[in-house]
């Protein structure tokens, strides 16, 4: 029988009537996938949405910038592989060659005007672009674990965080009932009370603190994690002076005026029974860490015109030969990023120049 639209007229009427209701039941599956991912089904239901909604929130919208780490600089160029990890790993860019990077410097936050010394914390986040062109996407952070576990766990920081219209601070009896209430952040704490905000981008080491699989041409797996290790460790081109609230990109252009600047890729294996599902926990400091390889950084511009700004720098895009783990902030970490970029990527059209005035937050779509 014919599978076209006009075999349906040809059919008798009771199997015309079952092959409407099997259409209609195929209609509604859909529309019920849409609304549940949407979120219109389970309003309560934790979504990329809301994980942005609240960073706007705690923040304001600066319309064209990402809702985090907002406040950043572009930079670029190579990884050279020096082949230690092609045993466990058959991606590309371990290979004994040298891979173009896009990448970017950036603080913590929503406010891309926020000062320098205000957080403690830099990232990195890197695009390398295999010559198979395949891509391999990461965003790090210099610090060695994350405040919580779970997406859920994250939005509830978030909330906790959100300063009280009254002070235009955090209320700190909300913030000590949510520390209160996730213990495993114990670790993030205490290595928070004694860091402080760095003078230069170049000196800090990059932790991947997500727990990744490396798989090698003969499909075996291995676990895990990575930092990109600093070469200049020194503050001799230390240009942080009192109220200037953009040092890092200053210092930034100084030091590679007087050269590249490089890191060591430093990838960790993990031993069995190690977890790769919690990014509150370090794995026991005894085991083997591999040199993977070398990035070079050559040149920086400004994030508003450099080639960083209309990148997704979604960890969960990754070559053949390396997978996410089963650690719950990736997938969530690659929705909320995709939201941010579409709304950010969106609102640019509407741009009257790269000076932004912030505006209140968008209201809440969802409860």
């Not at 919208?61 to 930079?75: D, E, L, S, T």
């Not at 020096?82 to 929503?110: D, H, K």
Request: net charge positive; charged share 15%.
């Amino acid at each position: 029988m014919s599978d076209s639209p006009s075999s349906l007229f040809r059919m008798t009427p009771k199997r015309q009537a079952g092959a409407f209701l099997l259409i209609a039941a195929i209609v509604a599956a859909f529309a019920l996938l849409f609304g549940y991912v949407g979120g219109w089904l389970a309003p309560h239901r934790l979504t990329p949405k809301r994980i942005v909604n609240q960073f706007q929130k705690n923040a304001g919208v600066f319309p064209g910038y990402r809702r985090n780490h907002a406040k950043g600089v572009c930079v670029s160029g190579y990884f050279e592989g020096n082949g230690n990890a092609v045993p466990y790993s058959m991606a590309q860019v371990f290979t004994r060659s040298r891979t173009p990077v896009v990448g970017r410097f950036a603080i913590p936050g929503s406010n891309p005007y926020a000062p320098d010394g205000s957080v403690p914390i830099r990232s990195l986040a890197l695009r390398f672009t295999q010559a198979d062109g395949q891509q391999w996407r990461t965003g790090m952070n210099a610090m060695p674990v994350f405040p919580v576990s779970t997406p859920q766990a994250f939005y509830a920081q978030l909330k906790a965080t959100q300063p009280d219209p009254a002070t235009g601070k955090p209320d700190p009896s909300k913030v000590a009932a949510f520390f209160a209430a996730h213990p495993e952040a114990a670790a993030f704490r205490a290595w928070a009370k004694t860091a402080k905000p760095s003078a230069s981008f170049a000196t800090e080491s990059y932790h991947s603190i997500n727990a990744f699989i490396f798989i090698n041409a003969a499909g075996q797996r291995q676990a895990v994690r990575w930092v990109m290790a600093p070469v200049a460790t020194d503050a001799s081109h230390d240009i942080h002076k009192a109220g200037d609230p953009n040092y890092l990109a200053a210092d930034l252009s100084q030091r590679l005026a007087n050269g590249p600047l490089r890191w060591h890729l430093m990838v960790t294996l993990a031993n069995p029974g190690d977890p790769t599902n919690d990014a509150t926990r370090t794995w026991p400091a005894d085991r083997r860490s591999i040199d993977a390889g070398t990035l070079v950084i050559d040149h920086t511009t400004p994030q508003e015109s450099g080639p960083c700004r209309d990148i997704n720098y979604d960890p969960t895009v990754l070559p053949d030969g390396i997978e996410i783990s089963d650690d719950p902030l990736l997938p969530a970490r690659s929705a909320a990023y995709a939201a941010s970029y579409l709304r950010r990527t969106s609102e640019e059209a509407h741009l009257p120049g790269t000076t932004q005035t912030p505006t209140k937050p968008a209201p809440e779509a969802t409860p």
